[in-house]
């Protein structure tokens, strides 16, 4: 069952690697001006994101959060 976390900003940091092998993440936010969209900030883009799967897993469970908050009223 997923977690429930706080979308709204300033939003959740999810871990991950990148390709050159150190720490990244992503920010996932919603903002109250645009509460239809989910904001996903990624480390670079250059790089791609790696993932192992317990950092998937929550990646998914922030996601399903950001989907359920997604244009709820302020």
């Given at each position: 069952?997923p977690?429930n976390?706080?979308?709204r900003?300033?939003?959740?940091?999810?871990?991950?690697?990148?390709?050159?092998?150190?720490?990244?993440s992503?920010l996932?936010?919603?903002s109250?001006w645009s509460p239809?969209?989910?904001?996903?900030?990624?480390p670079?883009?250059?790089?791609?994101t790696?993932w192992?799967?317990?950092?998937a897993a929550?990646?998914?469970?922030?996601l399903t959060?950001?989907v359920?908050?997604?244009?709820?009223?302020?």
């Amino acid at each position: 069952m997923p977690g429930n976390y706080e979308v709204r900003h300033p939003g959740v940091r999810v871990w991950c690697g990148n390709e050159s092998g150190w720490s990244s993440s992503l920010l996932v936010w919603i903002s109250r001006w645009s509460p239809e969209v989910i904001r996903i900030e990624t480390p670079t883009v250059f790089h791609r994101t790696v993932w192992t799967v317990d950092q998937a897993a929550h990646l998914r469970d922030v996601l399903t959060s950001a989907v359920q908050t997604g244009g709820e009223s302020w």
